[in-house]
């Protein structure tokens, strides 16, 4: 489930369950809402994400892309650093501010995934 909010200068994309290829059929229409709203700022709320894949990630790449084109930026709050990885793979990270203060109130647990080579994961 993917939630849209925003105030006069940010959209917040709250994500809940998976965001995989199995949700992909939503993702143009809430890209192309997300577009449309033309804010500065897109925070992407992951506190309640239990697992994304290639797709997701190609997914909030092309809003990180589409928001920077346009001169805007995109957060990533809450990212589990497995997800933070897939983007890492992608070659994408870049594209991100990583709000690394924020702590998420949910039940859900970060995996304890740590890089293949044991170094830290991206913050």
């Given at each position: 489930?993917?939630?849209?909010?925003?105030?006069?200068?940010?959209?917040?994309?709250?994500?809940?369950?998976?965001?995989?290829?199995?949700?992909?059929?939503?993702?143009?229409?809430?890209?192309?809402?997300?577009?449309?709203?033309?804010?500065?700022?897109?925070?992407?709320?992951?506190?309640?994400?239990?697992?994304?894949?290639?797709?997701?990630?190609?997914?909030?790449i092309s809003l990180a892309d589409a928001g920077r084109k346009r001169g805007g930026a995109t957060v990533l709050r809450g990212a589990d650093p497995r997800d933070l990885f897939v983007i890492e793979i992608c070659g994408?990270?870049?594209?991100?501010?990583?709000?690394?203060?924020?702590?998420?109130?949910?039940?859900?647990?970060?995996?304890?995934?740590?890089?293949?080579?044991?170094?830290?994961?991206?913050?």
């Open positions: 489930m993917i939630e849209i909010s925003t105030s006069a200068t940010t959209t917040t994309l709250a994500i809940a369950g998976d965001l995989d290829l199995a949700e992909r059929d939503q993702f143009p229409e809430i890209a192309a809402r997300v577009v449309g709203l033309r804010r500065q700022l897109l925070v992407i709320d992951m506190c309640q994400v239990t697992f994304m894949d290639s797709t997701g990630a190609a997914f909030l994408a990270l870049e594209l991100f501010r990583i709000d690394a203060e924020h702590h998420c109130e949910s039940g859900v647990s970060e995996s304890g995934f740590r890089h293949p080579d044991g170094a830290p994961t991206p913050a």
